[in-house]
């Protein structure tokens, strides 16, 4: 009898704390810093003035890819429901797309990937409380968009650009120091001019959106 009282006890404390320990959460300020870790799905955009190049319309450039998302912040100012956050932040992505065939034989396409990569410190503003928070961030660095066809010369380069990246996104904890996260981000990339070693690209905008996890 004393056992079963001793367990119930234990289970209402557990019951009890639970919602106890998501309440003091709500009441805290924003963590210090933030490790994010994500799967990032890049959209390679459908611009004409990006496939011709390569004998491409952009209705047969790679649409979807998969790729990795990083980053981590540092929120140097915290008040009680709002915070000031410094990072830096990388992504890395591969798209896929395959020639087609029709029933009389054409061929329509080419078999072509293209990697998108891009690195740049970030700026945020916060708002949430501990147990988790939104955000809106930004930040200036560079970016490239890789792209491969069976006819594109081994020497050709995809240069690193200027690049504006902004976006949002929020991040709620499961537990004391993981939590849910996800992130949509712009990245607004600068005009190429063509060289010998590299062809011309329009400026552009890229579409990442990433989920996975936060570490604090």
Do not use: C
Request: proline letters at 6%.
């Amino acid at each position: 009898m004393r056992r079963r009282v001793l367990a119930m006890v234990v289970l209402l404390g557990a019951a009890w704390a639970a919602p106890l320990a998501a309440q003091e959460l709500t009441e805290q300020p924003i963590s210090r810093y933030v490790v994010d870790v994500r799967a990032a799905l890049p959209k390679v955009p459908s611009e004409d003035g990006l496939g011709n190049p390569y004998g491409l319309t952009g209705d047969q450039l790679p649409g979807l890819g998969l790729g990795v998302d990083v980053g981590a912040h540092y929120y140097v100012m915290r008040w009680k429901r709002m915070a000031l956050g410094l990072g830096f932040a990388a992504v890395v992505g591969r798209a896929h797309a395959s020639a087609v065939t029709a029933d009389d034989g054409t061929v329509t396409g080419k078999d072509t990937t293209a990697t998108f990569t891009a690195a740049a410190p970030q700026i945020s503003i916060n708002f949430g409380s501990a147990a988790g928070w939104s955000y809106l961030s930004g930040g200036i660095g560079v970016a490239s968009l890789a792209i491969r066809t069976p006819d594109t010369p081994d020497s050709q380069r995809a240069p690193r650009t200027k690049t504006l990246n902004y976006g949002g996104g929020g991040r709620w904890f499961l537990r004391d120091r993981v939590a849910l996260t996800f992130d949509i981000r712009f990245y607004a990339i600068n005009p190429i001019e063509p060289e010998a070693d590299v062809y011309r690209a329009p400026r552009m905008k890229m579409v990442v959106v990433s989920i996975g996890a936060s570490f604090r």
